[in-house]
C-alpha cells in the first residue's frame, strides 16, 4: 500500500523499488532471481503492475476485496469470473475458481460492493445514511 501511496503522489520510481525487497524475499534471496521477476512482471503503467503483485504476494490475505473497490474494478472482476476450464488448460489451474464463480457471479449486484450500515450505528448517529440498496 505504501507503493501505492508513493506512486499516487507523483514518485513512480520510489514506488518501483518499495517491490525489490518484496520480489527479493519471494526470490528466496537470490538477487539474479529477483531481477529476473522484476523484468518478467515489469509493466509500463505502474498501476498495473502493482495491481498484478499485489493479487499474487496477498492472494490469501483477504485484501483482494477491498484492493478491487477502490481500485473501481470489483464489479468487473466478479463480471469476468471463469465458470469453466474453457481453454483446457492442464493442470486446471481454474478448477477452485471455477468450481464457485457461477454462484458468486450470480449472487453479486452492484450495490453489494459497500456492506449495509447496521441499525445500531445509524441509531447512534443520526449523521449516518445507510448505504444505497440496503434500505
Given at each position: 500500500?505504501?507503493?501505492?501511496?508513493t506512486?499516487k503522489?507523483?514518485?513512480?520510481?520510489?514506488a518501483?523499488?518499495?517491490?525489490?525487497?518484496?520480489?527479493?524475499?519471494?526470490?528466496?534471496?537470490?538477487?539474479?532471481?529477483?531481477?529476473d521477476?522484476?523484468?518478467?512482471?515489469?509493466?509500463?503503467?505502474?498501476?498495473?503492475?502493482?495491481?498484478d503483485?499485489?493479487?499474487?504476494?496477498?492472494?490469501?490475505?483477504?485484501?483482494?476485496?477491498?484492493?478491487?473497490?477502490?481500485?473501481?474494478?470489483?464489479?468487473?472482476?466478479?463480471q469476468n469470473?471463469k465458470?469453466?476450464?474453457e481453454?483446457?488448460?492442464?493442470?486446471?489451474?481454474?478448477?477452485?475458481?471455477?468450481?464457485?464463480?457461477?454462484?458468486?457471479?450470480?449472487?453479486?449486484?452492484?450495490?453489494?460492493?459497500?456492506?449495509?450500515?447496521?441499525?445500531?450505528?445509524?441509531e447512534?448517529n443520526?449523521?449516518?445514511?445507510?448505504?444505497?440498496?440496503?434500505?
Amino acid at each position: 500500500m505504501y507503493a501505492e501511496a508513493t506512486y499516487k503522489t507523483g514518485d513512480e520510481a520510489e514506488a518501483r523499488k518499495l517491490l525489490e525487497p518484496i520480489r527479493l524475499r519471494a526470490a528466496g534471496n537470490n538477487a539474479a532471481a529477483a531481477q529476473d521477476l522484476a523484468t518478467a512482471y515489469h509493466k509500463d503503467n505502474f498501476m498495473d503492475e502493482l495491481k498484478d503483485e499485489r493479487s499474487r504476494e496477498l492472494c490469501a490475505e483477504g485484501w483482494r476485496r477491498m484492493d478491487l473497490i477502490r481500485w473501481g474494478r470489483l464489479q468487473s472482476v466478479v463480471q469476468n469470473l471463469k465458470t469453466s476450464n474453457e481453454s483446457g488448460v492442464k493442470p486446471n489451474i481454474f478448477h477452485y475458481n471455477t468450481k464457485h464463480a457461477q454462484a458468486v457471479k450470480d449472487n453479486f449486484q452492484s450495490y453489494k460492493i459497500w456492506y449495509p450500515i447496521p441499525k445500531r450505528d445509524r441509531e447512534a448517529n443520526a449523521n449516518l445514511v445507510q448505504n444505497p440498496g440496503w434500505e
